[in-house]
């Protein structure tokens, strides 16, 4: 018996259509670091219309790329919306990635445009020439557009191509399951590989980030994306914010902590998102020179583990850090760890620090050598595999499916999921620590530091070791006038892991690597150990 229920695409132009047409006077602003600028939901609307039509005009058609070299603001916002919505595919360029892959991306994806911030021009223009396949450049912003010159390529102004266009479109009926945006993997090993979602994906993804056991975005919220929207579509926050008619705080390019501080006071965000980095940095400068944050409901954090001690530092300026967890692969978001009902104190946290359940329309299993299936006991460790739809079941012009098995996304992520379904990562496989045939979480070991009050950051990596095959280093970088030593902190974690797990060798370090989405670059860690350019301690 077949349903008699209308077939209607699930497409980013419903929800464009519906957050700019029910809810046209909620607001999307971008931030200048001294104000902001505002446009209704009702004016991005229409300037996507014309956004639509000038690319029309351009040549753009069916599934053509088009790639963003964008900060979080609103000419990004109108992209978001009418790129997908017009039948061609959004590509959002990772500005923060080294130029020769931003090459290897652009030209993988066969970008045909690129909208870029006039501020980025500087790092767009040495690598121009080099992106083969794109024809157009469209300049958002003030900028000198000189350097863009030469290299092959027709310079458009993104206000004058609008003004140039009509305010409607005939925006197409699309396939849901057609191409809607792409997002390349920040390519720690190997090229970055490329995740295309469909509409279908995206709309299902925002409408599950909605939900209450998500985040719970409504219309009454203020939505504020630190992530970068050239991240995994900003964690789908941006299409949240639409579905459910939700205003959208857009910091551009300010994202250090003063100035986010001035943000969060002058707009009011509910919800905002961002890697514990950014949080960390916050938290340092709210407790040094103070700031209201009492407007946030709901922080979510993820991109890497959340220390419990950032968590309770939020805590005790009543703000509260929801942990998640996804990757580029799951479109991102994949759970969140709120606590189960009628828990409280330490019971609540621990559930807290977990990754939590997975969002509704998700399974998650674990699975352990031979590919065989582990309990759900909290205490079989395995590795994660999710499937769901939204999770990617193959990379972009990529044969290789290593990645993938029998309709389940192979994560890389190693846990443990609990009879209630809570799901608890024990490391990366890549960065797990098998010493003398016993496993070492290094995610453990750089919470339990990171709690220490001299500690501002601390990264755990495995490197190589004569008698155990494989040890500990622990990387540290202390608070400013901290006097901790590797004694003192080896002292700390001995009462907190088994004595056989303690670090022998430690590095104090100005600042722990980071990757070009704010994680902790564990690779250029054991780089810089294998070449012998850390200061390196050894202790009994």
Not at 404 to 410: A, D, E, I, Q
Request: hydrophobic content about 40%; overall charge negative; proline content about 6%.
């Amino acid at each position: 018996m077949w349903s008699t229920m209308q077939d209607h695409p699930l497409t980013i132009t419903s929800i464009m259509r519906y957050g700019t047409g029910v809810y046209g006077t909620s607001e999307a602003v971008t931030w200048t670091g001294d104000g902001a600028r505002r446009r209704s939901y009702a004016e991005v609307g229409e300037r996507a219309a014309r956004l639509a039509g000038a690319l029309r005009g351009l040549g753009v058609d069916d599934d053509q790329r088009v790639a963003t070299f964008l900060w979080n603001n609103t000419e990004h916002l109108e992209a978001y919306l009418a790129v997908p919505s017009m039948g061609a595919v959004l590509h959002t360029l990772n500005i923060r990635l080294f130029p020769d892959q931003i090459v290897y991306i652009a030209n993988h994806a066969d970008d045909r445009i690129v909208i870029v911030d006039g501020s980025l021009i500087p790092l767009l223009a040495p690598i121009l020439k080099r992106l083969t396949t794109v024809e157009h450049v469209i300049v958002s912003g003030e900028g000198d557009r000189a350097p863009l010159a030469g290299a092959g390529k027709t310079i458009h102004d993104y206000e004058e191509l609008l003004a140039a266009a009509a305010p409607t479109f005939a925006w197409p009926r699309l396939d849901e399951r057609a191409a809607a945006a792409m997002c390349y993997t920040s390519g720690t090993t190997g090229d970055p590989k490329g995740v295309v979602y469909s509409h279908r994906s995206a709309f299902l993804h925002a409408m599950s980030g909605c939900t209450a056991n998500a985040l719970g975005v409504s219309a009454a919220d203020r939505v504020l994306p630190v992530v970068p929207m050239f991240h995994a579509n900003a964690w789908g926050l941006p299409y949240q914010a639409m579905l459910a008619g939700a205003s959208l705080v857009l910091p551009d390019r300010h994202l250090q902590a003063e100035a986010l501080a001035r943000l969060i006071e002058a707009e009011r965000p509910t919800v905002a998102g961002a890697v514990p980095t950014i949080w960390a940095d916050l938290l340092r400068y709210v407790n040094e020179h103070g700031a209201d944050l009492s407007s946030l409901r709901l922080v979510p954090c993820g991109g890497s583990a959340v220390p419990a001690a950032l968590m309770r530092g939020f805590d005790e300026l009543g703000v509260r850090i929801v942990q998640a967890w996804g990757m580029t692969e799951t479109s991102p978001l994949a759970t969140i760890a709120h606590p189960p009902v009628g828990a409280s104190g330490e019971e609540a946290f621990a559930a807290r620090v977990s990754q939590g359940r997975v969002l509704a329309g998700l399974e998650a299993r674990i699975v352990g050598d031979g590919d065989v299936v582990l309990p759900n006991d909290g205490e079989a460790v395995g590795e994660v595999q999710i499937r769901g739809p939204w999770i990617t079941g193959a990379y972009h012009r990529d044969a290789d499916r290593a990645k993938f098995h029998h309709g389940w996304l192979r994560t890389g992520d190693v846990g443990t999921l609990s009879p209630d379904g809570y799901l608890t990562l024990t490391d990366r496989a890549k960065d797990v620590i098998k010493s003398g045939g016993e496993w070492i979480s290094s995610v453990e070991l750089e919470n339990h530091l990171m709690a220490h009050p001299d500690v501002l950051e601390a990264a755990v990596v495995g490197v190589p070791d004569d008698r155990w095959q494989e040890r500990p280093l622990a990387t540290v970088v202390l608070r400013e006038g901290a006097t901790a030593t590797a004694e003192t902190l080896r002292t700390h974690l001995s009462t907190r892991v088994p004595k056989w797990q303690l670090p022998e060798r430690w590095a104090f370090i100005p600042e722990i690597p980071k990757t070009s989405v704010g994680k902790f670059s564990k690779t250029t860690l054991r780089d810089r150990h294998r070449a012998g350019n850390l200061p390196v301690e050894h202790l009994d």
